[in-house]
């Protein structure tokens, strides 16, 4: 099974976290701070700013792939593609804006949005199973040789 949403969103959070570590190198390059942050404010907004997408990406990501489980059988719901997507935007906010300036205020973006996201995609994920009324899907396994779910009833 390909869970388009949770795949689609792991590339992107793979390629934002690639940008916010470029973004640290760049900094500790011009700045001649090889390790560690040398007390150069520069550098520690930036690895703050990559440290702080690191605490919770993951968590996202891992909600995305539930809920979109959740949903199996069925197009992920649209509402969860515009969540991510929105997620990922306020991540790129909140590193740009770590530099402050007149950009600065991407930093309260990201942090509203990444609060709101984890917030809600986590009640979602704890109300699912009992909002569907027990119902659940017979197990399946899948056929090696092709890849595809065989129903075990």
């Not at 027990?134 to 009833?153: C, I, K």
């Amino acid at each position: 099974m390909i869970l388009p949403v949770t795949m689609t969103f792991a590339g992107v959070a793979a390629i934002v976290n690639f940008w916010l570590a470029l973004r640290v190198g760049q900094v500790r390059h011009s700045q001649n701070v090889s390790i560690g942050d040398g007390g150069n404010e520069a550098v520690i907004r930036r690895m703050r700013a990559h440290s702080n997408y690191i605490e919770s990406a993951p968590f996202v990501l891992v909600l995305i792939g539930a809920i979109e489980l959740a949903h199996s059988g069925s197009p992920a719901p649209t509402w969860l593609w515009a969540v991510s997507g929105v997620y990922f935007l306020g991540r790129v906010a909140h590193g740009v804006g770590m530099d402050g300036g007149k950009l600065g205020k991407g930093r309260s973006i990201g942090t509203i949005t990444t609060m709101l996201t984890l917030l809600g995609l986590g009640l979602y994920a704890i109300a699912t199973p009992y909002l569907a009324g027990g119902r659940t899907e017979a197990p399946t396994t899948m056929d090696l040789q092709t890849a595809e779910p065989v129903s075990n009833g």
